[in-house]
């Protein structure tokens, strides 16, 4: 599908054309496309219908079929100014086809407040080679809408307000150029939405409180260019939602507040540009949206205040690039960052999230868990794995770390040994001396508990010394050391062990020959 063509040139002959469907129409339009050196590109011969012809049709009720047409300055707004009808009249096309038709306008061809009639609408292979498009306020029957592989040369398309009712709307294989894009308060209805593999060119692209209804979405392997992708306020129905592989471009990718219905939400493999993206106060419900392999550009990620309570948001092997990202106030099931590189400024600092999966992952600036004006809550922690070259910044008493750290259920001692020490390090390179003796006992139990079960699985022999040299570790190193970070449990310790062996010096006269203590019989009892 040729869309590079710089200028064209329009002939039109007194020779006859018949379409592929058998229609024959009085003259012929030749139509030659050139590039910016005049050199031909590509050449058509189409049939030449006027649009009174077209606008008889619609006075007369009669089938609107131009396939395989060459139309010039095709306007429902002229249409209305010609019979003296309101602005916004409905004007009714039945039997809609223009598959493979040519629309060439000065200005703008426009469709707007059409009523489509009949089981399925065809544009198909269209071109608008000049001007801009307007659908606005279009209605649509239910049944099939085919906008594939169209050419929209002038990128100024406007679908605001139209509303599709029902059935399949395929804009697969299209392309708009540079100009604004805006499907603002579209209606898709209840049926799949496809912009698979479709080129939005450069400018705004808006799709704000665009409502997609039921069914599956799909923008698989779109492409965006410059300027901001705007889904601010959109509904998605039941259905699955895919953007994997879409490239977003430069510009601002805005879904705030957008609502996610139960279908899965798919950005794998999806490549954003310079331009922020944010997710702020979006709703998913009982889902869940995925991000594996995705790179999010140089902008910042914005996942504040998401209502994801019931849903799982996973990041795996995403590539985060210059930008920071913020998770703060957020409500999630599970929010999953495994294998991912954390180069730059994390909030984590959720307002819940019932399992929270770091394990795997480099960090190499800011991780931040620390409570500020509002309570963080994180059930369960996993750090497995990580490689710390940054700092996390977590508050051992208000983000409860040991109790997070020891819900996990599908790690072993081990495993929960080494992230106890990942933070006793970090607490000591951040002079936070009271949380990295916190996190070192944890980390030395944790060892303990790890050694003795590896040794029971080699053979339950060597729990004959095992178990009590773990019993003794337990009593000396651990209850009465603390594992040497608590000076004052030590100097008790002696204490109560002197205390001790000095009352069996005492009672030894009253069971015991005393010559073999060495104590004078007459000695009194503080002696």
Known sequence: MFSNFVNYKVK????????KKGLVFETTASISFLDDNKKELAYFDLAYLDVEVIYKKIDQGEAIIFDECYIENFSLSEYRKSRGI??????????FSAKGTFFDAKIETDFSFAKFLGDDISFEETRFINGSVSF?????????????NIIFKNGE??????????????????????GIKNFQYTNFGEGSVSFINTEFGKGEVNFINTNFGKGDVSFKVARFNAGKIDFQFAQFGEGDISFERTEFGDGKVDFRKVEFAQGKVNFNRSLFGAGDVTFEASELKESRMTFKKTDFGDGNLFFEEVEYSTSEVLFENALFGKGNVYFGKSL??????????????????????EYLDLSDTIARDIVDFSPYDYKVGIDCLNLSGMRLIGQIYIDWYENNVQEIIQ????????????????LKENYGRIGNYKFEDLAYIQFKRNEQKAELNIALKKSKLNALWQLPL????????????????????VI?????VYFTFSMIYVLFPFFLDTSITCIDVESGFFS
Do not use: W
């Open 157 to 178: 398309v406007d679908f605001s307000n139209a509303n599709f009712i029902g059935g399949k709307v395929d804009f697969k294989n299209s392309i708009f150029f540079d």
């Open 332 to 353: 999630f099931k599970k929010l999953s960052l495994i294998s991912c590189h954390l180069n730059q400024y994390f909030d984590f600092r959720v307002a819940h999230c």
């Open 492 to 496: 008790s310790s002696l204490i109560i």
């Open 407 to 422: 819900r996990q259920e599908d790690t072993g001692h081990a495993e929960k040994a080494e992230q106890f020490r990942i």
């Open 136 to 148: 606005q306020k279009a209605q649509f029957p239910l049944g099939n809408k085919n906008f594939t």
């Open 470 to 489: 773990y019993g003794f570790k337990l009593v000396v190193i651990d209850r009465m050391g603390l594992y040497a970070t608590s000076p004052a449990r």
């Open 86 to 95: 309101d602005d916004d009249a409905i004007v009714t096309l039945t039997d």
């Open 12 to 19: 039109i002959r007194p020779d006859s054309y018949k379409t």
